[in-house]
């Protein structure tokens, strides 16, 4: 088969605006890392080189694994970030597969209701929220953290789902229904799988704001075993004195477990969309 | 005691009524065919039977039995869909076991049932593999597998040829045809293809509009048409009408209608027109008329010619011409 031919400058061009956007979007990531890696005064003085025998330093690495309880902080963030996303998705899918399978009264007033969240924005709610977990004794828990980033993550990915759901073939459930299979099994065997792409696509969306939030672990979860990351790294920015070494060092560490999850779920992403064109 | 049947069925959504008392019954082993255009409530229809959907009033039974309030899986229904509907993470051996694993068969016979719809279809080589990997005439294939492991008492098809090409579509009818001869099941069969209708059916439900227009077989339907409807849904090219007072027909008679097969061209009829058009296709040729400001097919054996906008005259045998009244009803 004879391929499209591509002038070769507009190829040059397109690529070299790739580029650029590229090396753009990763500067400010790649001087954190460079850094993070070098002395104190290394950093201030030449903040572009790249460390040598010289400038070479582990001590803002040192600082971090040493002060605070780095691991514990990045297992809470961990354990939010995995929590919430595992109820969002769930409870999102869930509540969408209904909006979109079944016929009831107030359906699409419910349907509003869900997304009404999208436009009011949690934070409005903050001292409520706090008030309630004063009152039900969830301050200083990481549920009360998953609590709270479920619920604000729930009206966007019912939003995005129930559009999605109700692209999937209404033969293939009456196909399972008529094979004998539970409106369970529908849902998790043949509806789920089909929406992986959104699926994926509503995880990345509430993944990142979820793991670099400051608000609400510093409001309701303060204290030393529920620190977050974010929160464990801003011991080391002072009013007067902050640690860059230990900062830069915490930020390119808190950088790894987000891109992982990225990458498995941009693959859904992609995989999802390559085998609908395909189709 | 026919294998399905239907009695005052009604259906409505909100405040629409779909379906207006459908009364039918289909004999065990009869291929029954609803035919109608898009949104007559066919599939509804359909899926009431399946159970897929409930119906408002009326009750529906299969094999002797009320089935009204039991889940499609239990209804002893098999059904294939027009998307084909097949489970795209299994395989295609895994599609067709599904339901018989559902209902707690034992593996020996599951095994053997696909053997058998395996060999049928002749799907064999084709097991271990996921429908993605399959053509959309294999696709249709498994459906129909899938739905002839479960050994089901009466078999609904859902427009299962319209996503096919022209092709495939004329051989998927033969198999099915074929297959029905075979397996002896009762099949229910939805298509707003009269062709298809005419084609595979016992007997054939023309439904409009929610209502049942009429119920017979093929060649009834087409000599015999009970209302303008079904007189002009059923044969191909359609059935010509023209106003009555271009006959002397009695008062009442407000329609006449013409297969365009019953007329032949000559100088000389009662009716004459303008050739608009001809379509030649070899064994026949169509020539389109003006009549009346009105447009008439007319069908003729073999090649023909005329000269587009010369005046031609209409001639049909006395009993070729179909009598209706103001409301379309027939005239005998």
Redesign the interface.
């Known amino acids: 088969m004879q391929r499209v031919k591509h002038n070769p400058l507009n190829l040059a061009l397109a690529h070299l605006a790739l580029i650029i956007y590229t090396i753009i979007a990763l500067f400010p990531v790649l001087i954190i890392i460079i850094n993070s890696f070098k002395t104190r005064k290394a950093i201030f003085r030449d903040p572009l080189a790249l460390p040598n025998s010289e400038t070479f330093s582990l001590i803002g690495y040192e600082t971090v694994l040493k002060q605070g309880d780095y691991f514990g902080y990045f297992q809470n963030s961990f354990i939010v970030t995995v929590g919430s996303l595992f109820f969002i998705l769930l409870f999102g899918a869930m509540a969408a597969f209904a909006l979109s399978e079944y016929r009831f009264k107030g359906n699409t007033l419910m349907g509003l209701y869900l997304a009404l969240g999208i436009m009011i924005p949690i934070r409005l709610g903050t001292v409520a929220i706090l008030q309630f977990m004063v009152a039900t004794g969830l301050v200083n828990t990481l549920t009360a953290l998953i609590l709270v980033y479920t619920a604000s993550g729930l009206p966007i990915a019912i939003f995005i789902l129930s559009e999605f759901m109700r692209q999937v073939s209404a033969d293939l459930k009456d196909a399972g229904r008529i094979d004998g299979l539970s409106e369970y099994r529908i849902f998790f065997q043949l509806v789920l799988p089909l929406v992986r792409p959104a699926l994926a696509t509503v995880a990345v969306f509430n993944m990142i704001p979820i793991w670099n939030d400051l608000w609400f672990p510093l409001i309701l979860a303060n204290s030393e075993e529920t620190k977050t990351l974010t929160l464990g790294s801003q011991v080391f920015i002072g009013q007067f004195v902050t640690d860059w070494n230990a900062v830069l060092s915490g930020l390119s560490m808190a950088i790894l477990p987000v891109m992982i999850l990225y990458i498995i779920f941009s693959k859904q992403l992609i995989r999802g969309i390559t085998s609908g064109a395909v189709k | 005691m026919g294998s399905l049947a239907l009695k005052n069925v009604c259906k409505s959504f909100g405040n629409v009524e779909v379906l207006h008392n459908i009364n039918l019954e289909a004999e065990e082993g009869e291929f029954m065919i609803f035919v109608g255009p898009s949104g007559c409530g066919k599939s509804t229809l359909l899926?009431i039977i399946?159970?897929?959907e409930d119906a408002t009033s009326g009750d529906v039974e299969i094999a002797g039995d009320r089935v009204n309030h039991l889940?499609?899986?239990?209804r002893g229904?098999?059904?294939v869909?027009?998307?084909?509907?097949?489970?795209?993470?299994l395989t295609v051996k895994k599609n067709m076991s599904?339901?018989l694993k559902?209902?707690g068969e034992d593996a020996a016979r599951i095994e053997e049932q696909v053997k058998k719809a395996a060999d049928m279809l002749e799907l064999g080589p084709y097991l271990d593999r996921r429908p993605?990997e399959l053509s959309g005439g294999q696709r249709q294939r498994v459906a129909i597998g899938?739905a002839i492991v479960r050994d089901p008492k009466l078999f609904l098809f859902?427009e299962p040829l319209s996503n096919l090409d022209a092709a495939l579509r004329v051989n998927t009818r033969i198999e099915i045809a074929d297959l029905h001869r075979r397996l002896g099941t009762t099949i229910v069969y939805v298509t707003h293809d009269q062709v298809e209708a005419m084609t595979l059916a016992d007997r054939i439900v023309v439904l409009q509009d929610g209502y049942v227009e009429q119920i017979g077989a093929p060649m009834e339907l087409y000599n015999d048409p009970d209302n303008m409807f079904v007189a002009g849904f059923i044969g191909s090219p359609a059935m010509n009408f023209l106003d009555a007072r271009l006959l002397d027909m009695p008062a009442e008679v407000a329609t006449i209608g013409l297969r365009p097969e019953a007329i032949s061209l000559g100088s000389e009829g009662p009716i004459s027109g303008k050739v608009s058009h001809l379509e030649h296709l070899g064994a026949d040729t169509n020539v389109y008329l003006h009549v009346d400001g009105k447009l008439l097919t007319v069908r003729l054996f073999g090649q023909q010619d005329f000269e587009v906008g010369s005046t031609v005259h209409l001639q049909f045998a006395p009993d070729a011409v179909y009598r209706f009244d103001k409301d379309g009803k027939r005239i005998r």
């Open positions: 899926r399946a159970g897929l889940p499609p899986s239990k229904i098999a059904m869909f027009q998307t084909y509907a097949l489970y795209p993470h599904l339901g559902q209902a993605a899938r859902d």
